[in-house]
């Protein structure tokens, strides 16, 4: 009823995918995100029928299950499916966060016998892993799980221990893991709503790894933007912001970096006025320790402009800003972070006015067949004999008046803005 698990979560992932599905509701139940209450199981050949009906009509590909309840109702997918050429999504819900039984007696030994085998991806948490195989070791009950007939399995993570996630993909021949920091508290409704991901990412056409890979991404930014109702410990999915989705293939120091970068963003985007937005939009980067290449710097894939809609971070999609950067690191290894604004000679004075470092160059006298922000860092660091902490350039023809910020880090680059715009306002 809360809408954060269940069906209705199904829905909503397949939705923000893009995907189009068909619903069946097995049981209704009276929960909060918290408990448990009552379960009521529908009529199994009223569900039959209308199973028999979706897949007659439609023809869908991928067919995902979650909680059933009913062992005669397993029955009925099973002996509906097996001769169909539709791949199963198998979900296995056996109870609640809060210990609730959610499968009559006897529901797990059908599911072994007959979803289990004709199963293309089953998603099952450690327990329900356990009490599928009767094993603890992860790698040992996966291969017991492909033994059964399953063509792959995702062990998901969420309910171990420690500061990162992962779960294990086992597709008969090797392993792969998935992994992103964990975000602490309690979650509802995470299993239904990643396998649904991964589900609606398979129906667009893409392969099985990749469709696990984003679906994790997008999980972790709606656990990222949860919210608690009321009295309620448990949390609810947010939206996935689309600046809160994690590159692909990030993890160490590049996830840090692009985290670091993801809260400097939203709290830059928040202080900074609209006069201060050039035309061309403002870009914020933030580059790894031992950066060489814009490659190792993370920045906005769209500029900031005044409707201030923040898109995704990623490496290697800045030009402008990484040559900022990756300049200054020549220099000094510890400016890593940039930003540009529109110029101002009022922002400009108060930076001076609280004793900011700030240096400047003319676009009139660069060199032909030289990057602009490239030689221009480098002459405003030779002119003050160190990395500024602004720099500026009054434009020129066809090119807008600029001032770029840097900082050891982003927080280091919005502490100075604010600092400086904070002095405008007195």
């Given at each position: 009823p809360t809408g954060g698990a269940g069906i209705l979560a199904d829905m909503k992932a397949l939705s923000l995918s893009g995907a189009r599905g068909h619903f069946i509701i097995t049981c209704l139940t009276s929960q909060t995100p918290d408990r448990v209450i009552s379960i009521e199981p529908l009529n199994v050949e009223k569900l039959c029928h209308q199973i028999e009906e979706a897949l007659d009509r439609h023809e869908p590909k991928y067919c995902k299950l979650g909680m059933i309840y009913s062992r005669e109702l397993l029955r009925c997918i099973s002996a509906l499916l097996e001769d169909r050429k539709i791949k199963l999504i198998a979900d296995p819900v056996f109870r609640a966060s809060d210990g609730t039984q959610l499968c009559e007696d006897g529901y797990i030994d059908v599911y072994r016998r007959k979803i289990v085998p004709i199963t293309y991806l089953l998603t099952p948490n450690m327990y329900e892993l356990y009490q599928l195989t009767g094993i603890k070791d992860i790698r040992q009950a996966a291969r017991n799980i492909i033994d059964m007939g399953a063509e792959n399995v995702l062990v998901k993570g969420g309910d171990a221990e420690g500061k990162e996630s992962t779960d294990v993909l086992f597709d008969g021949k090797k392993f792969y893991n998935f992994t992103l920091p964990r975000i602490d508290g309690k979650f509802h409704g995470t299993g239904c709503t990643f396998s649904s991901l991964i589900v609606a990412n398979l129906s667009r056409g893409r392969g099985l790894k990749t469709s696990i890979a984003e679906a994790k991404r997008i999980l972790w930014s709606m656990m990222l933007n949860s919210y608690k109702l009321e009295n309620f410990e448990s949390r609810l999915l947010g939206m996935p912001e689309e600046v809160d989705i994690p590159p692909k293939d990030t993890a160490g120091e590049r996830f840090d970096v692009w985290l670091?970068?993801?809260?400097?963003?939203?709290?830059?985007?928040?202080?900074?006025?609209?006069?201060?937005?050039?035309?061309?939009?403002?870009?914020?980067?933030?580059?790894?320790?031992?950066?060489?290449?814009?490659?190792?710097?993370?920045?906005?894939?769209?500029?900031?402009?005044?409707?201030?809609?923040?898109?995704?971070?990623?490496?290697?999609?800045?030009?402008?800003?990484?040559?900022?950067?990756?300049?200054?690191?020549?220099?000094?290894?510890?400016i890593r972070s940039a930003v540009n604004l529109r110029y101002s000679e009022n922002f400009i004075s108060h930076s001076e006015k609280l004793n900011f470092t700030v240096a400047n160059f003319d676009r009139g006298k660069e060199p032909e067949n030289v990057s602009t922000m490239e030689w221009g860092t480098r002459v405003a660091i030779e002119k003050t004999g160190g990395i500024p902490d602004i720099i500026y350039d009054r434009g020129g023809i066809g090119k807008e008046a600029m001032i770029r910020i840097l900082g050891r880090d982003p927080d280091d680059v919005v502490r100075k803005v604010e600092a400086v715009l904070r002095s405008m306002s007195l």
């Open positions: 670091s970068l993801n809260r400097g963003v939203k709290r830059f985007v928040r202080i900074i006025p609209d006069h201060l937005i050039p035309e061309v939009g403002i870009n914020f980067g933030y580059a790894l320790s031992d950066a060489e290449s814009r490659d190792d710097v993370c920045a906005l894939v769209k500029r900031i402009d005044r409707s201030r809609q923040l898109g995704r971070l990623d490496f290697a999609s800045s030009t402008h800003i990484s040559r900022v950067i990756l300049t200054a690191m020549k220099f000094d290894k510890k």
